[in-house]
């Protein structure tokens, strides 16, 4: 078993190794957190929608973890409760589930429209709420769920209405979760990461506001990686977080609790002040 503590899969524990649900595990962050499951010895459900990728994690983890994957979009109703019955079809148990499938559409709330915030609750907030809801009926005394978020559901952001929205209700629905079924065995934790490089973000990474906001803002001498995000998550469901219930972890080299800027971005002229709506 490892590290992790055993749930009680709904179906009893026909084997030893834990197993875990991740969504989105088949690129960026999610596969980074699949792998780090699998060194941990965990058993894995995979969702995303592009068969071809999950297939490509399964590839990835042979020989360390055995991997079942569903492709389809989390947002489909009855999804969630497909996962669940293939992982205890499947394995026999559930004992772990990481909501990290998101979104990320960036406008500000003025230019956002019914279709873009739709999508984004769909996918972000809607489907991690009907998740949880499938899992916790499989999920016994030392599961853990871990939610995805982001730095920018703490503090907000430019140009990041719905999206913000969205992880910033993650957190109020991780905090329920803890108080609701932490006296049953099971906690709840989110990870909030900064801006990682990832498919999500590669077409932006090197703007000069990314830039800025990684090296300028950021008081740390590297930028954060997919297995700075995987270790949080791991840690925060083994028994080293047997603990923590109900919290946010930032992952973001202290962007979010610093209000840090290097010396040279202190000094720097600034374009002057533009109306809010411009
Ligand atoms: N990268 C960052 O800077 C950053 C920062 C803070 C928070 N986050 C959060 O971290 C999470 C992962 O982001 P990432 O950067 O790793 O993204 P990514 O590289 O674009 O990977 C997204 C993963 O989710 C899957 N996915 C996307 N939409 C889906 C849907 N509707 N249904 C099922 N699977 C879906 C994708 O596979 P398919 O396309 O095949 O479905 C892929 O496996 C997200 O919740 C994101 O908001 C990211």
């Known amino acids: 078993m490892g590290e992790m503590k055993s749930g009680n899969g709904a179906a009893g524990d026909r084997f030893d190794k834990p197993v875990v649900i991740i969504t989105g595990a088949s690129a960026g962050i999610g596969a980074a957190i699949a792998r780090r499951f699998a060194e941990g010895g965990f058993r894995i459900v995979a969702v995303s929608r592009r068969q071809e990728a999950l297939d490509g994690l ?3 983890l042979s020989g360390i973890a055995e991997v079942a994957t569903l492709a389809a979009d989390v947002a489909t109703l009855g999804v969630p409760e497909q996962a669940v019955k293939l992982a205890i079809d499947r394995f026999g148990r559930l004992d772990c589930l990481v909501n990290n499938a998101g979104a990320g559409k960036w406008a500000p709330v003025h230019l956002t429209d019914d279709e873009t915030l739709n999508e984004i609750i769909e996918v972000s907030l809607k489907a991690p709420f009907r998740f949880c809801r499938a899992a916790l009926g499989a999920m016994g005394a030392g599961s853990a769920i871990v939610n995805v978020g982001s730095t920018f559901g703490l503090i907000g952001g430019l140009d990041g209405g719905a999206y913000c929205a969205v992880k910033a209700g993650l957190i109020g629905l991780t905090q329920t979760l803890a108080a609701q079924y932490g006296a049953k065995g099971i906690r709840s934790n989110l990870v909030a990461p900064g801006v990682i490089n990832t498919d999500m973000t590669k077409d932006y990474w090197d703007a000069a506001p990314f830039q800025r906001l990684n090296h300028e803002m950021t008081p740390f001498n590297r930028e954060g990686t997919v297995e700075d995000v995987a270790n949080a998550v791991y840690f925060l469901v ?11 972890i930032a992952i973001d080299g202290g962007w979010t609790t610093t209000k840090y800027l290097t010396e040279a971005a202190l000094m720097a002229e600034r374009a002057p002040y533009v109306n809010a709506t411009a």
């Open 238 to 248: 083994s028994d080293q977080g047997g603990y923590i219930n109900g919290q946010t």
């Open 58 to 60: 399964v590839a990835a």
